[in-house]
Structures are given as C-alpha cells and as structure tokens.
C-alpha cells in the first residue's frame, strides 16, 4: 500500500505537511493548522511541490538561510487507500496513528492552490443509481469494503457511507 506521511515544520509560520505517496512521487500540500482528527474541523490545505519519497523519512533541521530553515518531525506517518482520485478531489482511507479513516481533499479553487482537507466518517457520495429503494444493488459493495455500508441520506437524495 502507498504511504502517507505528516511533516509538522517549524519553519517561519509553524505548518503542518500532507503527503501522499502517488506515481512515485510525494504529492504535498501545506496545512496552516493541526490536521483534523474528527469529522466538524476543515483545514485549508495549499497544494505545493512535489517531493521525493525518500523525503518522507526526514526529520532534523533545514539549515538558516533556507527559505524553509526550520525544524522538520513526523507528526504522523503510515499507509492509505485510494478510494478516489481526481483532479478536483481526493478521497483516501488513512491508516495512521494520529490520522485513521476517510479524509478527503476537495480542490475548491480550480485555478489557485487551495484544497480544503476533512475527515469524513459519513461520506456524502451520489451513488444513485447503484441503489433501489434501501437495496444495494451493484457490485460496488466487492470494490471497497466501506461501499457496502451506504445507505441513502433523507436529507438530500445522495448517500451516506457509514
Ligand atoms: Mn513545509
């Protein structure tokens, strides 16, 4: 499985780095605050260069004079699964110490850099039409084990995985 790691960097403004591991590079995006543990905390994620995935083991310190000068620590650090990944939204299942289950990463400014980075328990997802009534009826529920476990929400016609 592809790995996940947190960097909390002290560098200037005290941040906290998201990486995923994705085609053999480290995708990252910088997150002002603590990432969110429950479901009621977005977090502002700012999309950032790629690194390599030998930096996902990195902690110590960025040299004065760097523009990133400052001290690097894993904050956390374990494996995930893809459970959907576009351009305009990523949703991974994270198995770490501090961050465990589904968060997802909604690019909602296509032309700028900002993400917005949540947890989810219940994730609201349209699966219309693999539902009859309260059946599930595709095989969706054999692709991903959570899948099985949608129910349709009363509220807005889309469903609820639980
Ligand atoms: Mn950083």
């Known amino acids: 499985m592809p790995i996940f790691v947190i960097h909390k960097h002290k560098a200037r403004n005290l941040h906290y780095d998201f990486r995923l591991e994705k085609d053999n590079v480290l995708k990252s995006w910088a997150v002002p605050k603590e990432p969110p543990r429950s479901t009621n ?8 260069d790629d690194h390599a995935l030998e930096y996902a083991n990195f902690s110590g310190i960025i040299p004065k004079g760097n523009y990133w000068a400052g001290k690097v620590e894993i904050w956390d650090k374990g494996t995930y699964e893809e459970i959907e990944w ?4 990523i949703i991974v299942d994270l198995k770490g110490k501090k961050l465990n289950g589904i968060y997802c990463l909604i690019h909602f400014k296509p032309k700028e850099k900002n993400w ?3 947890r989810r328990n219940n994730y609201l ?14 095989s969706f529920s054999s692709a991903h084990p959570r899948r099985a476990c949608a129910i349709p929400s009363s509220k807005n016609g889309k469903f609820v995985l639980l």
Do not use: E, P, W, Y
């Open 116 to 118: 917005l980075f949540l």
């Open 41 to 48: 905390v977005k977090r502002l994620a700012v999309m950032v």
């Open 86 to 89: 576009g351009s305009k939204k």
């Open 125 to 138: 997802i349209c699966f219309k039409n693999c539902f009859r009534g309260n059946v599930f009826t595709t």
